[in-house]
Nanobody, 123 residues
Framework: QVQLVESGGGLVQAGESLRLSCAAS?????????VGWFRQAPGKEREFVAA????????EYADSVKGRFTISRDNAKNTAYLQMNSLKPEDTAVYYC???????????????WGQGTQVTVSS
């Protein structure tokens, strides 16, 4: 497994933006695997947000964030990002970065997880 560290969460107002970062500890792992972002709101299950293949860079998004969120990666920095624009109160959750063998909306595919970063959007 690889260690993943998220950062960039915070408190913002509706309509504002945040960029989350996910830094990996092992370059070789990140060069071979997909990276996903999931989120978990209080009392709800962890849900898929976005994912990207590391080498080709093809993204996939949940319908609820499509057009507002953008996932990307920087191979040189061994880091993945989630740019979140036009944030809504319903985007409030703990956001988790994950790495696994392929892009999937199924969290069971991913075998490395970060500790999570809180995103709070006020109305």
């Amino acid at each position: 497994q690889v260690q993943l560290v998220e950062s960039g969460g915070g408190l913002v107002q509706a309509g504002e933006s945040l960029r989350l970062s996910c830094a990996a500890s092992r370059r070789t792992f990140f060069s071979s695997y997909a990276v996903g972002w999931f989120r978990q709101a209080p009392g709800k299950e962890r849900e898929f947000v976005a994912a990207i293949t590391w080498t080709v860079g093809i993204p996939e998004y949940a319908d609820s964030v499509k057009g507002r969120f953008t996932i990307s990666r920087d191979n040189a920095k061994n880091t993945a990002y989630l740019q979140m624009n036009s944030l809504k109160p319903e985007d409030t959750a703990v956001y988790y970065c994950a790495a696994g063998p392929s892009v999937s909306r199924n969290r069971g595919i991913y075998d490395s997880w970060g500790q999570g970063t809180q995103v709070t959007v006020s109305s």
